[in-house]
């Protein structure tokens, strides 16, 4: 009932196709599950029934956010919720044996970003009113998402940027605003070459580090024979090192400049794809 409630919070919309494979069970049964949230709504999504449809229209099967719609359930609504299965632990009143840190969290606002996640999922265009870091006023930019990414403790949407013509990220936290343009041509996501291209990154344990160290380090982070590979995207790669604080010493290609227990072996390759990437966005 949460997920439900959330993706009609900030996409506007659910498909039951979508609903019964996000939780691996028959569309019979996810139709069920809905006509429960229906029942239980004041304000129930109405469904696309078959028959001709208006241009533009959405397909059978998805239910629509009704414009005076009221969310089932209560509280701050966080992007996580459409991502992970959450349930409230069953013995409140007991001590857990686990403990979680609470990092301060970027504030997304579902009315700002509505548009531009229902034009992630169905491939349109929407325009966007972006307050960007590097400029003092905010901005219009009309896009082309194609992707939604959560990487170093933030949302963004790859997108085209028409006044750019190029593919870059927006972070949720800054789009103030979002409306669809659906008459608007989608950009191919096959065109965002960053996005396909895939970069093998070889972690090793740190030079510095003593042969006793370095085993441990190995063991820690699942290394065979003395190694991790990741394989990213290109478009990620600057999340990648940023996660593993070794962004800035990779960039310098100095490994003295990283405060961790790793390193990179070909940290001249990865800082020139890292480099070729930056340059196009």
């Known amino acids: 009932m949460k997920y439900i409630d959330d993706r009609l ?19 019979v049964q996810g ?12 304000t129930p999504p109405p469904e696309r029934k078959p028959g001709p449809a208006a241009a533009g229209a959405s397909p059978v099967g998805t239910y629509g956010r009704p414009d005076d719609f009221v969310p089932l359930f209560e509280g701050v609504r966080s992007l996580d919720d459409l991502w992970l299965t959450r349930l409230e632990d069953a013995r409140p009143d007991e001590s857990l044996t686990v403990e979680r840190l609470v990092m301060p969290a970027r504030s997304i606002h579902p009315d700002g970003v509505r548009s531009l996640l229902a034009a992630t999922e169905l491939r349109e265009s929407c325009q966007l009113g972006y307050q960007s870091m590097t400029s003092a006023e905010t901005s219009d930019r009309t896009v082309c998402p194609h992707v939604l990414v959560k990487a170093s403790g933030r949302y963004h949407v790859r997108a085209f940027d028409f006044s750019r013509k190029r593919f870059i990220d927006f972070s949720l936290s800054r789009v103030l605003t979002s409306v669809p343009l659906v008459g608007d041509a989608p950009v191919p996501s096959t065109l965002d070459d960053d996005w396909h291209a895939m970069i093998d990154v070889e972690f090793v344990p740190h030079p510095r580090l003593s042969p006793a160290q370095r085993h441990t380090i190995a063991r820690e982070f699942s290394m065979v024979g003395g190694a991790k590979i990741v394989r990213v995207r290109r478009a990620l790669l600057f999340y990648l090192l940023d996660e593993m604080r070794l962004l800035a010493a990779v960039r310098l290609l100095d490994a003295e400049l990283a405060d961790v227990a790793v390193w990179i072996k070909d940290p001249r390759r990865v800082a020139s794809e890292l480099t070729s990437m930056e340059s196009g966005s």
């Open 9 to 27: 919070v900030w996409f506007g919309f659910l498909r039951l196709v979508d609903y019964a494979a996000k939780f691996g069970i028959s569309d």
């Open 31 to 42: 139709k069920i599950d809905i006509k429960t949230y229906r029942n239980l709504s004041s």
